[in-house]
T-cell receptor, first 110, second 115 residues
Framework: KNEVEQSPQNLTAQEGEFITINCSYS?????LHWLQQHPGGGIVSLFM???GKKKHGRLIATINIQEKHSSLHITASHPRDSAVYIC????????????FGKGTKLTVNP | GAGVSQSPSNKVTEKGKDVELRCDPI?????LYWYRQRLGQGLEFLIY????????KSGLPSDRFSAERTGESVSTLTIQRTQQEDSAVYLC?????????????FGPGTRLTVT
């Protein structure tokens, strides 16, 4: 079993829809990261959080440490949000190296 | 300011040759990471450098892989006797400590193709 599980693997939405991507992990973590990988391959860090909730524009990330679960929400989705969204966890007490989920491929149609 | 840069952006090499990939981190970032992404697969950790501490090499897949970092600057990832399964995008990231957490900034990657 992968240490970081994401769902769904693929997601297709219509422009304007509310999107939720889920991430569950099985190890102790220092922080959880949400990353966005564009079709060209570049990776951008969206959020890094160790508790609670963070919001940036139309993006919201939440984490429940007790349940070892995080969600990434996109409000009023837009075709430019189409990308692969990757959940990654930083290991506790060590190198902060990231363990990655397999990603969720989001396609937002106009 | 300048982000993480990597060179070359693309590299095609013949099986059995050695290759060297370069990463220039963001100035002032103490930590540097190498990751690999094979086609259609998720990212894998390879190696981590933090200041003058011994690197965490736990992700290197074989002894053909090695990496060095000069102080808190440039890093090189070397793959000796390349094999076709080494074909992947090799990503470098650097980070600094923010409120006891390390936010990572990724480079554009080097796409390695072994023929």
């Amino acid at each position: 079993k992968n240490e970081v599980e994401q769902s769904p693997q693929n997601l297709t939405a219509q422009e304007g829809e509310f999107i939720t991507i889920n991430c569950s992990y099985s190890v102790g973590i220092s922080a959880l990261h949400w990353l966005q990988q564009h079709p060209g391959g570049g990776i951008v860090s969206l959020f890094m959080l160790s508790s609670g909730k963070k919001k940036h524009g139309r993006l919201i990330a939440t984490i429940n440490i007790q349940e070892k679960h995080s969600s990434l929400h996109i409000t009023a989705s837009h075709p430019r949000d189409s990308a692969v969204y990757i959940c990654a966890v930083g290991s506790q007490g060590g190198s902060e190296k990231l363990v990655f989920g397999k990603g969720t491929k989001l396609t937002v149609n106009p | 300011g300048a982000g993480v840069s990597q060179s070359p952006s693309n590299k095609v090499t013949e099986k059995g040759k050695d290759v060297e990939l370069r990463c220039d981190p963001i100035s002032g970032h103490t930590a540097l990471y190498w990751y690999r992404q094979r086609l259609g697969q998720g990212l894998e950790f390879l190696i981590y450098f933090q200041g003058n501490s011994a690197p965490d090499k736990s992700g290197l897949p074989s002894d053909r892989f090695s990496a060095e970092r000069t102080g808190e600057s440039v890093s090189t990832l070397t793959i000796q006797r390349t094999q076709q399964e080494d074909s992947a995008v090799y990503l470098c990231a650097s980070s600094y400590k923010l409120d006891s957490l390390y936010e990572q900034y990724f480079g554009p990657g080097t796409r390695l193709t072994v023929t």
